[in-house]
C-alpha cells in the first residue's frame, strides 16, 4: 500500500498525524494523554503498537505533551531537533533520535526532510515526507511563509496547510492583545489569507489532496476559511478541512502519471 496519511486532530487542544507507507506507520506530534490517542487511533483501526516512530515539530504542549508517555508505554523512537530537546523536559526516551541541521533522514521506506519555520518555539520543524514516488507536506504552526518554506512545500502531491485564524475574528475575539499579537505575528500561525496567498504562488494544481488544518475553533470559522481560499478549494481534487475532535480520516496518495 502506498502513501497515506491521516490526522487524530487538529487545533490548539491537541495535534496528532499519522503517515503510512506499506506497514511502517510514524506518528508526528502526540497532544494528547495515551487513553485518548488509543481512542483517537482505534477510530482509524490502528493502535500505537503499530507506530514506528514519533517525529516532533516543537515543543508547544498541543504537540508534545503525550509523546514521552506514549513513547516510553510503547517502546517507540522519538525524533526531534536539540532545540526541541533543550526547550522542555520529556523525561528519558527509550530511543532519542535528534534531527540536526534539519538534515533529511529515513524511518523505514519513508525519506523525512525537516524544514525550519519561524515560530515561537526554540528550533522548530516541519516535515516534508517521501516514498515510493509520492510526496506529503505538513506545514502548520507558523507565522511567516518564507522563500525557503515555499522551496519545500511548492511541489507536494498532498499538502497539510494551517489556515489558523481571520485577522478581523482574532481582532475582535477574546483573546488578551499580548497574545493576538503573538498569533497574529510573524513567528504565530498563518491566517486564512496567507494560506491562500501561499498556494496561489506555488500553485496547487498538482495536488491530489489539500487539508486545511489548525483551524481556531475561537478565532476562525470553516465558512471564512473556504471562503478566503475560494477557487483553490474548488480546483484541487480533494480539499477536507480538519477538526479539533476528529481530525480527519485515511487518505492516500496516488502515484504520478
Request: hydrophobic letters at 40%; a negative charge; charged letters at 20%.
Amino acid at each position: 500500500m502506498g502513501l497515506r496519511f491521516a490526522s487524530l486532530g487538529s487545533g490548539s487542544k491537541g495535534n496528532g498525524t499519522v503517515v503510512a507507507s506499506g506497514d511502517h506507520c510514524l506518528l508526528v506530534d502526540c497532544g494528547f494523554t495515551i487513553k485518548e490517542t488509543e481512542r483517537r487511533m482505534a477510530r482509524l483501526e490502528m493502535s500505537p503498537a503499530d507506530i514506528s516512530a514519533v517525529l516532533v515539530t516543537h515543543e508547544h504542549s498541543d504537540h508534545l505533551s503525550g509523546v514521552g508517555p506514549l513513547a516510553r508505554r510503547y517502546g517507540l523512537p522519538v525524533y526531534l531537533t536539540p532545540g526541541t530537546l533543550k526547550a522542555r523536559d520529556i523525561g528519558k526516551l527509550p530511543e532519542l533520535h535528534l534531527i540536526e541541521g534539519h538534515q533529511p533522514f529515513v524511518v523505514a521506506d519513508i525519506e523525512v526532510t525537516p524544514v525550519a519555520v519561524p515560530h515561537d518555539a526554540r528550533e522548530s520543524a516541519q516535515f516534508v515526507f517521501r516514498s515510493r514516488g509520492r510526496s506529503l507536506g505538513l506545514l502548520t504552526d507558523l507565522g511567516t511563509i518564507t522563500p525557503h518554506v515555499e522551496t519545500h512545500f511548492g511541489d507536494c502531491d498532498a499538502l497539510v496547510l494551517e489556515a489558523n485564524h481571520d485577522p478581523q475574528m482574532l481582532a475582535q475575539g477574546p483573546y488578551p492583545p499580548s497574545l493576538k499579537r503573538r498569533v497574529g505575528g510573524a513567528y504565530g500561525h498563518l491566517s486564512n489569507q496567507q494560506a491562500a496567498g501561499f498556494l496561489q504562488r506555488v500553485g496547487y494544481e498538482q495536488l491530489q489532496h489539500l487539508v486545511v488544518a489548525h483551524i481556531s475553533e475561537k478565532n476562525n470559522s470553516l465558512a471564512l476559511a473556504k471562503e478566503a481560499l475560494g477557487e483553490v478549494a474548488e480546483c484541487v481534487q480533494s480539499c477536507i478541512f480538519a477538526c479539533q475532535q476528529d481530525g480527519f480520516d485515511w487518505l492516500t496518495v496516488e502515484s504520478r502519471r
